[in-house]
Structure formats: C-alpha cells, structure tokens
C-alpha cells in the first residue's frame, strides 16, 4: 500500500464535545496500565470506550498515535502500513525499517516483521502510548498472531492500547497469569447515577431530578449510548413519567424504541437523510448529496452535517476542517436495522451503486468497490477495476490490483480481457510466470469476441498490453527475436499517461534489443527516453538508468554498469526509493565481485541482503548467493555459512521451486569450493534443471552452470563429456543473446572442463576467448574462483603471448600477488633488454569510450580533433583525459600512451 493512498482520518484521534464527563477513576486505571505491556478496553458498541481513551490522552503528558480500524484493514501488510503511519504522527521518521518491509514486492514472514518493528521501537528512545481502536474489525486471521508475539516482547517504551467489542484473540489469560495487562471491561464503563446526571443535565441544558436519573441507569444498566439516545429523545418530552413507562426491556429493545422515538420526532427530509447516509462509513456533503439524490443548495448536505454536529446528534469528525464524518457505530447499525426494515432489497442496493459510483468518480477506489459488491452489482465493480488498475501499477501500487481482483467472482475476470491482463501484470511483477500465458490466451480471445461493450481505444491499450508482456515472457525465456518484436510494437503503442509502465516496457525492449546485437539502439532508445523526461530526478529516470546499466552489464561492460547504476543509486537515496535503492546496492555488489573489489562488494552486498525483501524475489535470491560467494572469497568461512543459511531460508520461505532450486545451487557450489565434493555430489544426483530455463542475464547463480562445475570436479570420463556437452549448447545460446557476462563464465568452464579431457588446446583456445572478452571490462573474479587448475591455464596462455599484462592481473589476483616469474614469458624492449615485470595492474578497468580517446591520444590528435571525430565536446574530451590519466596514474598525454603501450593496452607499434 503506498502512503499517499492512506486514509488520514483513520490516524485523528476522536474530538472530544463539551458533554464529556471527566472519569478520574477510569483514567487513574488508564494511568496504572501504563506499567503493563497491554491495555484492552473490551465492551459492546455505545459505551464510550474510545471516547473514554482520548479523554484520558488529553491528560496525559505522554506523546500518543491513534488508529481507527475498519473492516477494510484485512491484510497484516495493510493494518502494519497504518500502525507505522500512526507512529510517523509522533515521530516522523520512526519505523523506517519496518516501512521499507512494508513496500517490499514480497512481504516477509510475519515473524521477520514482528522482529523488525520491534527493533524499530526500540530505536525511538521514547516513551508511547499506541491506540488500536475498534480492534474488533480485523477480520484477517494473521494479523492476530503477529500482534500476540510483539505483546510477548513488548518493547519497554511502547504501551498498547486496544480498543475493541470483543475480546481478541491475544493470549489473554496468559497475560493476565503474568499481570501483564489492564482489562477495562463493560462494568466499569458503566455511568454511576452521578455521572449520568452530570452527562444528561449538560446534554439538556438543565439538570434532570434525581429519580428521574435513578430510572434511566437502572433501565439502561448505565448504558452511555441509552443515555444519549434518551436524551435526544427527552429533548421533545414534557412527561418524564410517560416517557420513563415505556423505557422497558434489553438494550436492544430500548435503542430500538428510542431510535424510532427520535425518527418520528424529525422532518421527513432529516428523515430520509439518516437512513439513507447509513450505508456510508464515512460520508462528506457530496457523499451525502449523491446518494440521498438531493439537489436543494440551500439545504444540502453539508449543512445537514452540520445541524448534525452542533446538536450531538451521533456524528464524529474525522477531519479538522470538518469536511468528512462518520456516524457512532451503533447508531450506525439501527440506523442500517431500520432502513432494510423499511426499504427494499432493491432500493437499499440502489443507494449502494449511488454511493460507488460517486466514490469511483472521486478516486476513491477501495471504498467504492465493497459498495458495488453489497449491491450485487460485480460488472459495475469490474467496470470500475478495469478504469483504476492501470493508474495503482503506474505508482507501483501492484498489491492494490490485487487486493481487487480477490474480490470479484473468478468466471467474471476470466470474460474481461482488461482483468485478466491486470492478473498477468501482477504476477509478472510477482515473477510467477507460468500462469501468464494461459491468462494471454484467455485475453486475445475475449478481445475477439468481447462479451462486453470496450471503452474507445480501449482494444488498442489491451493489444499493447498483450505484446508487451508476450514480449517480456519471451525475453525472460531468451527468446530475442520474438520479444523485440512483441515489445517493439508495445512501445509504439503505450499510452504517454502512463510514464512508468512505459519504463518497464523500454527495460525489457532494450534487453531484448541487446539479445537480438542491437545494442546502439537500446542505448538510444533509453537516452532519447531520458532526454524527454521533464523530471531530472524521479522513479522513472531510475528505471531507465537500471535498464541502460543491465544492457551494459550483458554487453560486459562493467566500468560503464557501475557508473550508470551508482549514478541512480544516488538518485534512490535522495528520494527514498528503497526499492530501487536496494537493486542499486544488489548490482554494484555483483559488478565490484566481478572485479575482485570484495571489499566494496561484501559492503554493498550487506546492504543487499538487508533489504532482501525489497528486491524482487529472483534478485534477493543471487543477492544472497552473492554475498556467499564473496564471504568465501574472503575466507569468512563462517560469515559464508551465515549467508548461505539467510539464503536457504528466504527460498523456502518464497515457496517457489524454481527459487529453491538457485538456493541448493549455490549450496552445492559452496561445498565445491570448500573441498566438499561429496556434498556437491549429492546435490548433483538430485538436481532438477527444469526450473532452470530461459535467459540468463546477469545472474551470478544458475543451477545448469553449477551442475557443469560439479561434473567437472567430478572427474569422471563421463561427467567430463556431459559437462562439454552441456556447455556447448548453454555457449550458444549465450552467444545468440549477445551475453557477454554469461559467455565469459561458460568459456572459462570449457577451459576447465578440456584440460580435464587432455584437450590442451582446446583448452587454451577457450580460454584466449574468454581472456579477449573478459579484458574490456576488466573481470577478474570469474577466472579466480577455479584457482591453482586456472593458475595452469594462465600460464600457458601468457607464453602464448596472449593479453600478458591482463593475465598477470588475474594471476597476482589468483596468488595473492606471488607467481613465479620464470613461469611468465617476459617482454623485451627494441633494445633487446628484458623489461621487469608489471604487477601494478589498472586501479579500475578503461571504459570503451576511454580506450577510443586513448586511441586518438596515440595518433596525437589535438582535443578538437578528436571531439570532431567522436561528435562530442572538448569538454567531454578533457574530462575523459583526466579519468583516463588517474587510471593510469600519469600527468600527461604523452605519459599516458607510454604507460599504456607498457601495459598492452595499446600496440607498441602504435603512432
């Protein structure tokens, strides 16, 4: 749920009116609870038990939040997100932690949450009182639990408050057994003839006789509402005696009597409005003018709300401004009692569509969708959904998109081309994939042949829709030329309303422009994108930064993916994108891996897996076996069996096979790197590949790959072949998908896997492809993760005379910067001399851009020149010169080419 979608009224607490009866007794009890983790004020409706709690919070000098639940608030998500918001009232930057959770794509476990928020608690240092008012309207299960384990560790300073009619389902004996709670219950609500005469004599303007008052708390057993109703009612009495004669039987029988008493005594108009307003559980004039269908402006219903209000008639303010209200809640209920008494199934359900419709209109969606439903009218709700999901996805708002298609009757979606496709657009946010076909399937169909009348342009939108996640289907698989194709007309298609779902289509049409080798134009259509962004700085521009830093990453670029993805990183953390933020941190942890920076990656990677749940769930998942591999690298053994465990936990925890399947992966693979190959092999003898399909982008864990390590550690002459021949296929299909990052991996494991074989050449063959590939970008971690048998691989390849100086880097990287020089072939001078060897490689890796002007530098062209020839500014030039001279640690042009033609990265014969 986002914030700017909650309902402010629901953190006010009540106003309180100048009948209210001060309740020293009472709030001396309040007061003792403050010492115990729980407060529970438990009565039927009408006995002042939120008024009697905002009384007390009016005295009393602790700071208070306030939260008044209602039957929407069905979900732990949702009810949490107003718990933290009610916080942020008091303390606006407290539970940042537990907020982040809360806008994760996947929630946690409810215990991860409790634990957090608890944490979060603690971390404010200041004592509180949290008010849960009408706790009774929860009506979700798992949301009980979670309340019960945070009362068990109750952190000191937060004291609780429930509000509720009935007794939750909170452990309450044993905390009773522990004296851990103060119960307020029916009987001490339950005005004392004193306070009665005090409450009526202030409701009438003139005090009642004593044994008038006697009467009214015995008949009403100190009943508050009675007494109130009795009131509005005795306001038009002259003949207390009469009037006391008929105050006969249960609470239900007197409100009943008192309420028709009240009813009859009132115009028609007044009337009708109060029966008619009580479908509502909030109302505001217009509200009230829409489904009253009352158009007197001199009489309308603002200004019924406001004779309501100054004459105490059950109303209660939700706002300052005096603009929203809802009714007591059991006037509420006899209200509604009276109405389907007197009014029609039909007429009642009339009021309800009346009532949605003006909601809708007003973008008030989840408040209009249950009126819909009361009514019957489930192709009014739909009407409403298919209007409304498109707007809650642009603002990452999925789970709302959700919440409303659980609500409707699954034949009626399976008929509307517009939900099934939000049900498709949801799971691909969820990354459950297999069941978006058949909804597709189902969509095209309908559009065919619609079973409902579709809104102008509408067909157009849903065509776009289709091909878009037709498009995205095929690029996740690895199917290129299919999903540039879908995604190409999708992009001609979206709607320009729609900046942020047009951000997902250029993220997966560059992937799959990449996939196809049309990598300039992914770059283009991602700049022109970017270029016609108004905003400098927002969600969407961080998107389109993701999406050009993935193109990159496949490419095997890394300098430019890590410049690109720190810039948006940055962009995240000024705006509090936690999401994206978490992604940022996820992908530098990946590239500086890459690079051996383990330091900078292990950092990164920390605070990946803090915010596991804020990444979808296939990039937590590598987030974690990430931060595995790079504890191991370290030789934090322990630290690497910590994460692997996080690891094992979150894929359970996600319930998907595909999921575990990454998760055992990487176990596996870490017992091979710790020298337990019989584990692996264990893990090899069960492995199911089947949920290891499709494109293999940039992930640093892939099943197949794993199994292909494991047979090659194996040994066997078997697993050998099957490993070269498993490899053969995954290359080529890497290769077809311009997956440079992957191809590199794959040709580093064939090297292996031939020398293995005795295939010496071969080996080396694969080898000088991955090294050629690999040097651009500067990978390291790739070739050091296999050790001594690629230390001998290496070597070969530098006698070979093959990319020496990169090679050493891999080498000292392999080493820890000890080799044996008479191993290397060295290079000689025109002189003949022999040169020392190099082992101060690159600090970090040139840029393609950055080996282009080194190029020019060599032909010693001027800074103009060489702006004319790349079509970019001298100052672009100058400012590539001066990266390029840190990297090589020199102060010139002419110092640069010499140290770069030292290092090979220019030929010596260059001018």
């Known amino acids: 749920m986002q914030r700017s979608n909650l309902l402010q009224a629901k953190l006010i607490r009540p106003r309180l009116n100048d009948n209210l009866i001060s309740r020293p007794g009472l709030f001396e009890r309040l007061e003792r609870g403050k010492k115990r983790k729980l407060t529970l004020i438990c009565a039927p409706a009408g006995y002042g038990k939120s008024t009697t709690v905002a009384g007390w919070l009016g005295a009393c000098p602790r700071p208070a939040a306030w939260l008044s639940l209602d039957e929407m608030d069905g979900d732990l998500i949702g009810v949490l997100t107003y718990v933290v918001a009610a916080i942020q009232t008091i303390f606006p930057d407290g539970c940042a932690r537990t907020l982040r959770l809360l806008e994760a794509p996947q929630p946690p476990p409810a215990e991860y949450l409790t634990t957090t928020f608890s944490n979060d608690i603690i971390a404010l240092n200041e004592a509180f009182i949290l008010v849960l008012d009408d ?260 603002q990452d708002d999925w789970r709302k998109v959700e919440q409303w298609l659980a609500l409707l009757p699954a034949e009626l979606i399976q008929e509307r081309p517009g939900l099934l496709i939000a049900r498709a657009q949801v799971l691909l946010f969820l990354v459950n994939l297999r069941p978006i076909p058949a909804l597709l399937q189902a969509a095209a169909t309908c559009l ?68 196809i080798g049309r990598q300039e134009l992914a770059i283009q259509t991602i700049e022109q994108e970017l270029q016609d962004e108004t905003a400098p700085e927002n969600m969407l521009t961080v998107r389109l930064l993701g999406a050009q830093g993935l193109v990159y990453l496949m490419a095997g670029k890394l300098s430019k993916f890590i ?115 019989e584990a692996a092999t264990r893990w090899l003898e069960t492995a199911d590949l089947a949920y290891d399909s499709g494109a293999m982008f940039h992930w640093l864990e892939l099943p197949r790959l794993t199994y292909c390590r494991v047979l090659i550690a194996h040994g066997t002459v078997a697993a050998l072949q099957e490993a070269v021949e498993k490899l053969q296929v995954f290359l080529k299909s890497a290769e077809a ?36 590939l690999a040097r651009p970008g500067g990978f390291i971690r790739s070739f050091v993760d296999y050790g001594l048998p690629m230390a001998a691989l290496l070597h070969q390849l530098a006698n070979r005379d093959i990319a020496l100086t990169y090679v050493r880097q891999i080498l000292a990287a392999i080493t820890g910067g000890q080799f044996p020089a008479n191993n290397l072939r060295l290079e000689e001078n025109k002189s003949g001399n022999r040169q020392s060897e190099i082992v101060n490689p690159l600090v970090e890796p040139l840029t393609d851009r950055e080996f282009e002007i080194l190029e020019l530098l060599a032909r010693r062209l001027s800074n103009q020149e060489i702006a004319r020839s790349l079509h970019i500014s001298i100052r672009t030039v100058k400012s590539h010169a001066t990266h390029i001279y840190g990297k090589l640690n020199v102060n010139s042009r002419y110092e640069a080419v010499a140290k770069a033609k030292a290092l090979e990265l220019l030929p010596a014969d260059t001018d």
């Not at 920390?606 to 987030?623: F, H, K, P, S």
């Not at 996600?654 to 992966?665: E, K, L, M």
Request: glycine fraction near 6%; hydrophobic fraction near 45%.
């Open 737 to 772: 998908s311009h997956n440079i990052r992957q191809t590199i991996e794959i040709l580093i494991l064939q090297s292996l896997a031939f020398q293995a074989q005795e295939r010496a050449d071969d080996a080396l063959a694969a080898l000088e492809k991955a090294v050629i």
């Open 448 to 515: 065919q042949e619609p079973a409902v009348p579709l809104r102008p342009n509408e067909a157009s939108l849903l065509g776009a829709d289709i091909d878009f996640l037709q498009g995205a289907l095929a690029c996740l698989s690895g199917q290129g030329q299919p999903a540039f194709d879908h995604l190409q007309r999708a992009l001609s298609q979206t709607h320009p309303d729609y900046r942020h779902w047009r951000g997902q289509v250029i993220l997966y049409f560059s992937l799959s422009a990449q996939m």
């Open 135 to 394: 706790y009774h309207a929860i009506n979700q299960q798992a949301v009980h639990p979670f309340f019960s384990r945070l009362i068990a560790h109750m952190p000191g300073q937060m004291q609780l408050v429930i509000v509720s009619r009935e007794t939750p389902p909170l452990s309450i004996p044993r905390l009773r057994g522990r004296r851990e709670i103060m119960e307020i219950r029916t009987r001490d609500l339950q005005f004392s003839p004193a306070e009665a005469g005090a409450f009526l004599g202030r409701f009438l303007k003139a005090p009642l006789p004593d044994d008038v008052v006697h009467v009214l708390v015995e008949r009403t057993e100190g009943w508050v509402a009675g007494l109130q109703l009795a009131a509005v009612s005795m306001r038009h009495q002259s003949d207390y005696t009469a009037f006391l004669e008929k105050f006969r039987g249960t609470n239900r029988y007197i409100m009943g009597y008192l309420l028709d008493e009240v009813l009859m005594r009132q115009p028609k108009p007044v009337r009708d409005f109060l029966l008619k307003t009580a479908i509502l559980n909030r109302f505001c004039g217009s509200l009230c003018d829409a489904v009253t269908q009352n158009d007197d402006p001199d009489r309308n219903g603002q200004s019924y709300l406001e004779w309501l209000r100054q004459t105490n008639f059950f109303v209660v303010p939700l706002d300052q401004e005096g603009r929203w209200y809802r009714y007591h809640h059991l006037f509420q209920d006899l209200l509604r009692y009276k109405l389907m008494a007197e009014e029609s199934n039909q007429a009642v359900a009339a009021l309800h569509v009346l009532a949605g419709e003006w909601l809708a209109n007003h973008g008030l969606v989840d408040e209009a969708i249950p009126h819909l439903l009361a009514a019957g009218e489930h192709e009014a709700a739909a009407r409403i959904i298919e209007r409304s999901w498109r707007q809650a996805l642009d």
């Open 563 to 677: 410049q690109i993805v720190a810039y948006g990183s940055k962009i995240c953390e000024r705006h509090n994108y936690v999401n994206m933020l978490a992604s940022g941190h996820y992908l530098l942890g990946h590239a500086n891996y890459l690079w051996n920076n383990l330091d900078v990656a292990a950092s990164h990677l920390a605070q990946a897996v803090e915010l596991r749940y804020n990444l979808n769930t296939r990039a937590g998942v590598d987030a974690l076996a990430a931060s595995v591999l790079t504890a191991h690298a370290m030789d934090q053994s322990a630290q690497a069996n910590d994460a692997l465990k996080l690891l094992l936990d979150f894929a359970l925890q996600r319930q998907s096979p595909a999921i575990v399947a990454i998760a055992h992966a990487c176990q596996a693979r870490l017992a091979l790197q710790q020298g337990d190959l």
